[in-house]
């Protein structure tokens, strides 16, 4: 019977059709007109897995408002590295952003993000003293210099009607504003990323396509296993280059390339749910994200938050994220996934990370087990006058946290975005969650200076870099001026001042 497989080369494959890979394709392809890619994703539309509104958090993650990106340590001391890093990296990606609207790449902005203020909240003597010592920590920075703290009742109140509405002004409550805070739809930013990329020559993109094996040839370029699920037509694909950003389903794939850099890691996926309000007038009243301080043992994808949001086009408010556990890697992925994650090179990694993260596990116990009233009553924690009838239960996303070996422990619990490549650098892949999305263009940038190492150096590369990101190659928060210029002139193209 004769071979019908049909076979393609490219100089890059990308695996997964989310905003990692769409951030990855064009920066690739700004750098390098001629590059010939191919792009893979399993479902029938792009984003529609983690980078999808509905299952991504939206909150353009620049670390004002997330306390897990500023733990206070025994001492009682904040350390504000992490917060300032991932402040960094968002600057970063706003820029490449208004970038692609100033260049036609991709449609108004209005599309996919929006201005609107980031609150952190707190209540109890010992929070308040803890959110007061994290803004010092903060504001001290130029990044955060516009941040803005008060305990004063009517203050807050306006900040948060919705929030302070039924609360007694003896409270001990605090907050933190910061009005320059964004809402990111990273599943529109995508799908229009995609929409502009796959209309140059040399960008092919297949949906209902699935990679089932990879392997690296002797000349170091990789040979890949692809159905299609729509005909069952097997293909093959030769490529130089491969980035794997195809979200939980990341480490599955990374265990199929059997390389060494991938050796002892493995995953443990959480699951979430919003709170979605139905209440046109109730929506109406909130205009902010409100986070506040997460559970003991809960994962940072489970910070509480009372969340206004725009999707499809629609004011939305949304609570949550519940966590929850299942074997699945994806929405719609397998309950198989998790057992045959399972690898002899990183059994002890997983059982080591488990033991140490037993209040994890409990957490997750609790969360799966509440009831419709306790997902109410952790409501009204925030929204203390919450009517069970005006709030739905909806499906949200499914993260893979990442479990590594470590000399030490045996193996650690990660809760970050974790990117793995080659020696060689043929080979890279994306792993984790939060802050992800938010930070794709860095994160991105950096693959490309490992991956792409001989070109990146080149005066032609770096230019273009320098004009797709102005600040490229520096640090806003060392240079007051650059970062107050830059702000003005990114919420100026994306539309950010109102």
């Not at 929006?114 to 010592?133: A, D, R």
């Not at 092919?204 to 699920?229: A, G, M, P």
Request: glycine share 8%; with cysteine.
């Amino acid at each position: 019977m004769p071979d019908t497989t049909i076979r393609t080369n490219s100089e890059v494959v990308l695996i997964g059709a989310g905003i990692m890979s769409a951030t990855l394709g064009l920066i690739l392809k700004e750098l390098q007109p001629d590059i010939k890619i191919e792009i893979y994703e399993r479902l029938d539309i792009a984003a529609a897995e983690s980078s999808d509104a509905w299952n991504n958090a939206g909150t353009g993650h620049s670390a004002f408002c997330e306390l897990n990106y500023t733990p206070e340590s025994e001492d009682g001391s904040i350390n504000p590295k992490k917060a300032i890093g991932i402040a960094e990296s968002f600057e970063v990606s706003r820029q490449f952003w208004a970038y692609l609207v100033q260049e036609n790449k991709v449609p108004s902005p209005e599309n996919f993000i929006k201005s609107i203020p980031h609150l952190s909240f707190v209540w109890g003597k010992k929070n308040v003293e803890y959110l007061k010592k994290r803004y010092e920590a903060l504001q001290a920075n130029p990044l955060f210099d516009e941040m803005v703290f008060s305990t004063d009742f009517s203050e807050l109140k306006k900040w948060m009607p919705l929030v302070m509405e039924g609360r007694k002004e003896a409270d001990a409550v605090a907050a933190t504003s910061m009005a320059i805070g964004t809402d990111v739809n990273f599943g529109e930013l995508t799908r229009s990323i995609f929409g502009y990329l796959t209309k140059l020559e040399g960008v092919t993109i297949h949906f209902n396509h699935e990679v089932q094996k990879l392997k690296q040839r002797e000349d170091k370029s990789w040979r890949i296993k692809i159905t299609d699920l729509a005909s069952g037509q097997k293909k093959k694909a030769y490529t130089k280059f491969v980035f794997i950003g195809a979200g939980g389903g990341s480490l599955p794939l990374l265990e199929k390339a059997d390389v060494p850099e991938g050796k002892g890691y493995g995953g443990f996926p959480v699951s979430g749910q919003w709170l979605k309000c139905t209440n046109p007038e109730v929506i109406a009243k909130h205009q902010a994200k409100v986070y506040g301080k997460a559970s003991v043992g809960a994962p940072p994808m489970s910070v509480p938050h009372i969340d206004s949001r725009m999707i499809n086009g629609e004011k939305a408010l949304l609570f949550g994220p519940f966590a929850g556990f299942s074997t699945r890697f994806l929405k719609n992925g397998s309950y198989s996934d998790l057992p045959l994650s399972i690898k002899p090179d990183n059994i002890i990694p997983m059982v080591a990370a488990g033991i140490k993260n037993i209040p994890l596990t409990k957490y997750l116990i609790q969360q799966v087990r509440q009831s419709p009233k306790d997902r109410i009553n952790a409501l009204r924690e925030y929204v203390p006058g919450a009517r069970s009838k005006d709030w739905v239960l909806e499906r949200a996303g499914q993260r893979v946290q990442v479990i590594k070996k470590d000399e030490k422990e045996g193996g650690i619990l990660e809760f970050g975005t974790e990117v793995i490549t080659t020696a060689d650098g043929t080979l890279s892949v994306l792993l984790g969650a939060s802050p992800g999305a938010s930070t794709a263009v860095s994160i991105m940038v950096d693959l490309i200076g490992r991956c792409f190492k001989d070109q990146f150096e080149t005066p032609e590369w770096q230019e273009k870099l320098k004009t797709m990101i102005p600040s490229f190659g520096q640090k806003l928060n060392d240079n007051p001026d650059l970062l107050k210029e830059i702000r003005k002139e990114t919420a100026t193209v994306l539309k950010l001042n109102n």
